[in-house]
């Protein structure tokens, strides 16, 4: 399958302020993206994504009706294909974890150029996760503090780590790290489905289901400091 070409990806944008929320819809649409639909609150969110099946869902945090990161739980829950990039002016550490752990893809401020916002749809799209610089250090901090912390034990029912390849692990690491696929690509010197292949055999056998569990599964094997 070849690359989604960005003019296919669906986009749906949801803001409370009605001149922002325009913004950035047409900001999109001037890129290239299909803007499916916008809502200004959290209920209205939830059944306009429904209906319009949008590829990314660039989302505030700070919603009328139902917060953010309760959409953002809800749709991921139903559609776990979906990808949510949160588009927010808060770069507070509770607002970004808080956000991550109801399924989001991406973190991207409000201060982000245009550029760096179509940038981060089109990552978005493929499952990279995204962050603004210097959220991500803090989201790697965060996983790695929790898988460091023994917390309640369940008896001996942890199962053992599955074997992965030296490449796996190489490629696993690098993805820890936030790198996309093509920068993966570039730095082991082979191609891009290679990467691909290479990821989707780990999240199958780590029985995962997407990118962002898979560097969550990275963190807390420490995989991200080498």
Partial sequence: MSEQHKGSIKVMVVDDHPMWRDAVAR??????FDVVATAGDGEQ????????APDVLVLD???PAKPGVQVCKELVGANPAL?????SASGE????LEAVKSGATGYLLKSASTAELT???RRTAVGDPVFTPGLAGLVLGEYRR?????GPTTGGDEPRAPQLTDRETEVL???AKGLSYKQIAERLVISHRTVQNHVQNTLGKLQLHNRVELVRYAIERGLDDA
């Fill in 119 to 121: 940038d981060a749809v």
């Fill in 83 to 87: 990808r949510v990039l949160v588009l």
């Fill in 27 to 32: 900001d999109l649409a001037e890129a290239g």
């Fill in 45 to 52: 969110a939830v059944r306009r994504a429904q209906a319009a």
């Fill in 61 to 63: 945090l700070n919603l």
């Fill in 93 to 96: 550490h509770a607002d970004v």
């Fill in 146 to 150: 929790l898988a460091s912390d023994p």
């Fill in 173 to 175: 690491r690098l993805v």
